[in-house]
């Protein structure tokens, strides 16, 4: 059984930083990819960033510049580092754990972390 367990979360003023961390921990197997998805209500879950163990990472262009995605492999936390934040950042951010194993991928969700930008 795999759990991940978000913090970070909150209100923030347009142009504030906040920072997310997520901490994996049960029977994770070491080859994986971690990243961050954010939902609004009525629209589909969508891709923040995401980042390798290797460190490689890939960011949605809306955040490219302002975001950046970090990960400690020995504690098995990733991180978003989310600055100059607008209110279109508004939404519930989501950690996410998943490695191929074939023929199975194993894919794990956090329980969301709300984030609002607001005057």
């Known amino acids: 059984q795999v759990q991940l367990v978000e913090s970070g979360g909150g209100l923030v003023q347009p142009g504030g930083s906040l920072r997310l961390s997520c901490a994996a921990s049960?029977?994770?197997?070491?080859?994986?990819?971690m990243g961050w998805y954010r939902q609004v209500p009525g629209k589909q879950r969508e891709l923040v960033a995401t980042?390798?163990?290797?460190?490689?990472?890939n960011y949605a262009d809306s955040v490219k510049g302002r975001f950046t995605i970090s990960r400690d492999n020995a504690k098995n936390t990733v991180y978003l580092q989310m600055n100059s934040l607008k209110p279109e950042d508004t939404a519930v951010y989501y950690c996410?754990?998943?490695?191929?194993?074939?023929?199975?991928?194993?894919?794990?969700w956090g329980q969301g972390t709300q984030v609002t930008v607001s005057s």
């Open positions: 049960g029977s994770i197997f070491p080859i994986n990819a």
């Open positions: 996410n754990l998943n490695w191929d194993l074939l023929p199975q991928r194993y894919n794990y």
């Open positions: 980042i390798t163990g290797g460190g490689t990472t």
